[in-house]
T-cell receptor, first 111, second 113 residues
Framework: SQQGEEDPQALSIQEGENATMNCSYK?????LQWYRQNSGRGLVHLIL?????REKHSGRLRVTLDTSKKSSSLLITASRAADTASYFC???????????FGQGTRLTINP | NAGVTQTPKFQVLKTGQSMTLQCAQD?????MYWYRQDPGMGLRLIYY???????DKGEVPNGYNVSRLNKREFSLRLESAAPSQTSVYFC????????????FGPGTRLTVT
């Protein structure tokens, strides 16, 4: 089964609202990363949070990591139409050399 | 600075044909990866190269081979294409294994009929 699983699978909100996506994982990690994918394009890295960090910010993005619950959340504040995309979490397992991606959350921002 | 480039962008193959997908990066990254993405799915790792001269299987390696030609280039070969290999293929690179962000190419959309 997937190491990282996003929730919800799809999210539709109004422009200006905040969007929250969650990611759960099963085993100990070195870091957790969030990526965005616009339709028909490659993935773009958004933010990386290491296992010893609890929260990181980048512009309108806020990521939290709770290693005791094996979960992370991505908050996008003041959403814009351009934020419409799929969002993926990816985890680097401890001792591993490669990321494991979840199945993604499809976010739609309605004008 | 082009980042990660992939060729071709689109390809249609008949069952049993072979082809090679090319990937190159100009960021002097050590690690390179090949993923496939099927509709509504996340990315599944096919093969990766943690550093020049090494390659390792990922989650779904069957039916594929790879070559790390040099530090810049990492190719993916389908020896005998099957309809189940219809997918979008992404190449990615990163500075060092999974410890840093990955940079993705634009993808190759492959259809096998």
């Amino acid at each position: 089964s997937q190491q990282g699983e996003e929730d919800p699978q799809a999210l539709s909100i109004q422009e200006g609202e905040n969007a929250t996506m969650n990611c759960s994982y099963k085993t100990s990690i070195n870091n957790l990363q969030w990526y965005r994918q616009n339709s028909g394009r490659g993935l773009v890295h958004l933010i990386l949070i290491r296992s010893n960090e609890r929260e990181k910010h980048s512009g309108r993005l806020r990521v939290t990591l709770d290693t005791s619950k094996k979960s992370s959340s991505l908050l996008i504040t003041a959403s814009r139409a351009a934020d419409t995309a799929s969002y993926f979490c990816a985890t680097l397992l401890q001792g591993a050399q490669k990321l494991v991606f979840g199945q993604g959350t499809r976010l739609t921002i309605n004008p | 600075n082009a980042g990660v480039t992939q060729t071709p962008k689109f390809q249609v193959l008949k069952t049993g044909q072979s082809m090679t997908l090319q990937c190159a990066q100009d960021m002097n990254h050590n690690s390179m990866y090949w993923y496939r993405q099927d509709p509504g799915m996340g990315l599944r790792l096919i093969y990766y190269s943690a550093s020049e001269g090494t390659t390792d299987k990922g989650e779904v390696p069957n039916g594929y081979n790879v070559s790390r030609l040099n530090k810049r280039e990492f190719s993916l070969r389908l020896e005998s294409a099957a309809p189940s290999q219809t997918s979008v293929y992404f190449c990615a690179s990163s500075e060092y294994r999974g410890h840093y962000e990955q940079y993705f190419g634009p993808g190759t959309r492959l259809t096998v009929t």
